[in-house]
């Protein structure tokens, strides 16, 4: 059981917050490994995100999510992070249900996305939520680091 309460706020890729976090994220992902982030950080420019989630926890953000859509169908997941002084608490499955949920609604009905094998906290909340390793789509492809997966929504 949580002893805080944890809020999922929907917002936008200008959300100051988010913005913030994702700050933190790049250093995580540049301290985690630093060649493969300088590889995969051209394809998440935040620009190119309308849907985010921010969570909060007594007002203070502690993570984010977003999607953005792939094609007709997919949505893609991005920039999904929890600071590391909130982790294990169940924010990133939180924000994960968030994220399908407003997918839903959007109508697609397949999410997709790329994590590394550098973030084992990532690989499990993802195969703890339903997705499924796929081999690694568009620009991961040959990116020998780099873990695909999938689920249908």
């Not at 995580?28 to 590889?39: G, Q, Y």
């Not at 203070?60 to 608490?89: H, L, N, P």
């Not at 968030?98 to 084992?120: D, Q, V």
Request: hydrophobic residues 35%.
């Amino acid at each position: 059981m949580d002893i805080f309460e944890i809020e999922i706020k929907r917002t936008n890729s200008g959300n100051e917050d988010f913005r913030k976090l994702v700050v933190e994220l790049e250093k995580h992902l540049t301290f985690a490994d630093e060649k493969a982030h300088s590889e995969c950080k051209q394809y998440n420019k935040l620009e190119t995100i309308k849907y985010v989630v921010v969570a909060y926890i007594e007002g203070k953000a502690i993570g984010c999510g977003a999607i953005r859509k792939y094609d007709s169908d997919t949505i893609e997941v991005k920039r999904m992070f929890v600071s590391i002084d909130a982790r294990g608490q169940g924010v990133g499955t939180k924000m994960l249900l968030e994220l399908e949920a407003w997918a839903i609604e959007l109508g697609f009905k397949k999410s997709i996305l790329e994590t590394g094998n550098m973030l084992p906290e990532a690989v499990r909340l993802y195969k703890k939520s339903n997705y499924i390793q796929i081999p690694n789509y568009g620009q991961y492809e040959g990116m020998e680091k780099s873990i695909c997966f999938a689920k249908k929504l």
